[in-house]
């Protein structure tokens, strides 16, 4: 069983920065990519970006690409999203994932590639 516990979220005006944090459990952390995903209300759940298991690769969706930043501390088993020059249409729930398959190639920017989910932390950006 793999728990993911996602923290950080809040209420930030425009422009602000957040950094969330996802604590991973239960598995091999170091073998799996992670990804974070967001879902607005009434919106399908998007990615956001990924990192692989080293940590030595990223990819993001073009509407964060230069804002956000992601990063994964593998001794302490968590992986971090920067945001920075954040907008009104990054409210959202962020949720952190878990890659069903170890050492993918690849950083997938598909939700059903990961298998473990985190309960998600709510963030809110001010006009």
């Known amino acids: 069983q793999v728990q993911l516990v996602e923290s950080g979220g809040g209420l930030v005006q425009a422009g602000e920065s957040l950094r969330l944090s996802c604590a991973a459990s239960g598995r091999t952390f170091n073998n799996y990519n992670m990804g974070w995903f967001r879902q607005a209300p009434g919106k399908e759940r998007e990615f956001v970006a990924a990192i692989n298991w080293k940590g030595r690769s990223t990819s993001y969706a073009d509407s964060v690409k230069g804002r956000f930043t992601i990063s994964r501390d593998n001794a302490e088993n968590t992986v971090y999203l920067q945001m920075d020059s954040l907008k009104p249409e990054d409210t959202a729930v962020y949720y952190c994932?878990?890659?069903?398959?170890?050492?993918?190639?690849?950083?997938?920017?598909?939700?059903?590639?990961?298998?473990?989910w985190g309960q998600g932390t709510q963030v809110t950006v001010s006009s």
């Open positions: 994932a878990a890659d069903q398959q170890p050492y993918r190639v690849y950083t997938s920017h598909i939700k059903n590639d990961y298998a473990y």
